[in-house]
């Protein structure tokens, strides 16, 4: 039994079945490959503008006026949920003042309009990030998290796709020529002896094949044939970053050159030595994409964390932290096989994807005190004063397939366990990975018929995926 239960009702939940998922497309932004690079839209007024940063008297890098606006939302939303009223045990229902979803782990489309962002932290990454990088409009890595991404991406994929010359491996990339003299043109767009260190799992470098081969000009069934003996180049090359920024201090000589020669665009930030990197990635999602739709709805806009949780406390802290520092947006915290949001003070509805997600799960008042009113759950807070220091909802159970309900007068955080990761079909990913290879071979074409080095034109552009 929960601490929280001690003093809570034991009422189950509103056994109202969820709505179901929408069928319809996600309203995605153009690929990554047709839009311009990140820096591109930067504005030079932006405190994220440039790598030489502002002077000492500059806006901070989260935004001042976004943060009060938050902070007088959340004192009208916590006046209303200290007056509301509602029958003991009975369900709270709506106006809802947030609703949170996990429709990102489903193999559904996102509703329509809805947007999702990835930041990519140096921690171990979840196995489902395949599954989400396909759905996600921008992709940015911070710091170390671009180590992350070079060195645990083969690992990440189930090992039957990641076979050299596994029948799954071969028959998304085949229906190509595999004349020897293909070959030799993937090696001129990138040398694999280059990246560093990979998962176990990871196949072996096909250099040593490509380098007894002749060279002959680059093109599309090439590359596709190379990628075939070499899985996690092709890979790799269907899963570049849009941005990589931050300190920089912790990103290996080998990562940047490999990222750099694929067109990924680098943001120093080190001048900021007051936010963290998760901190800087959000506010430049917040002013790049979020500050200026029409339409800032929280709902529609999710940001998605990978390796937020797990490894050292201090990280994870500050990674909590930095939930509470932007109230106003959507971010789920993913790590170690947990997600954290926040839920804002007013009344929540929460829908778990119960096929990944809990039970179990929790409400941690870390900022503070919170009296808090829940239904759905197997040990339900009914006006249940919750802190730090006295009594925690952990050990909880969400009943069912949910919907959760939460009543808060000041922020929580809501935390469920994760059974499994998602994982993407393989006919999607090897279909992304083939027209990563295609486009790094058109680039690499065109160089070579401008009489430019392979290196210099054989890239695919930011955010490689189809």
Excluded at 30 to 55: N, Q, V
Excluded at 89 to 107: E, N, R, V, W
Excluded at 182 to 193: F, K, L, R
Excluded at 386 to 391: H, I, S
Aim: hydrophobic fraction near 40%.
């Amino acid at each position: 039994m929960t601490a929280a239960a001690a003093g809570a009702t034991n009422t189950s939940a509103n056994t109202s079945p969820p709505n179901p998922a929408s069928s319809s497309s996600h309203a995605l932004q153009p690929p990554s490959h047709e839009r311009p690079p990140p820096h591109a839209a930067i504005g030079h007024s932006s405190p994220l503008a440039t790598a030489a940063g502002p002077t000492a008297a500059a806006t901070p890098m989260y935004s001042a006026s976004a943060s009060a606006a938050a902070a007088a939302a959340a004192a009208a939303a916590a006046a209303a949920a200290a007056t509301r009223q509602r029958e003991p045990g009975a369900a709270l229902g709506p106006p809802y003042s947030q609703t949170i979803s996990s429709d990102f782990l489903g193999p559904a489309p996102l509703p329509p309009g809805r947007r999702l962002y990835l930041i990519i932290l140096n921690y171990t990454l979840p196995a489902g990030l395949p599954h989400v990088w396909a759905q996600a409009c921008f992709r940015v890595c911070a710091d170390g998290g671009c180590n992350r991404l070079l060195d645990q991406l083969p690992s990440l994929v189930p090992p039957a796709l990641t076979s050299p010359g596994g029948p799954e491996t071969a028959a998304p990339l085949a229906g190509t020529s595999a004349a020897p003299h293909h070959v030799q043109a993937a090696s001129s767009i990138d040398d694999t002896s280059s990246v560093g260190p990979t998962s176990a799992s990871a196949p072996a470098a096909a250099a040593p094949a490509a380098a007894a081969l002749p060279a002959a000009a680059a093109t599309a069934e090439g590359v596709a044939a190379a990628s075939a003996v070499d899985p996690a180049l092709a890979l790799r090359l269907a899963h570049l970053p849009d941005l990589v920024l931050g300190d920089l201090d912790s990103l290996r000589a080998d990562t940047r050159e490999f990222y750099s020669r694929h067109s990924v665009p680098f943001l120093d930030l080190s001048y900021d030595q007051d936010s963290t990197d998760l901190t800087k990635a959000v506010a430049l999602v917040e002013q790049r994409f979020i500050a200026p739709d029409p339409h800032p709805d929280p709902d529609r806009h999710q940001i998605l964390v990978l390796g937020a949780l797990g490894g050292r406390l201090d990280h994870t802290l500050g990674n909590l932290n930095t939930l509470h520092m932007f109230p106003h947006l959507n971010i789920c915290l993913w790590g170690d096989g947990n997600l954290v949001r926040l839920l804002r003070p007013g009344t929540a509805r929460i829908q778990p994807d119960t096929r990944y997600e809990g039970p179990e799960c929790g409400l941690v008042p870390l900022a503070g005190p919170a009296t808090a009113t829940s239904t759905g759950l197997l040990y339900n807070v009914d006006a249940t004063p919750l802190r730090v220091g006295g009594l925690v909802s952990t050990s909880n159970q969400v009943v069912g397939e949910g919907p959760v309900e939460v009543l808060t007068d000041a922020p929580l955080l809501w935390t469920t366990s994760l059974r499994s990761d998602p994982l993407p079909e393989p006919a999607e990913l090897w279909g992304r990975v083939r027209a990563a290879a295609a486009r790094a071979a058109a680039a690499a074409a065109a160089a070579a018929a401008a009489g430019q080095p392979p290196e210099a034109g054989g890239t695919a552009g930011p955010g490689g995926s189809a």
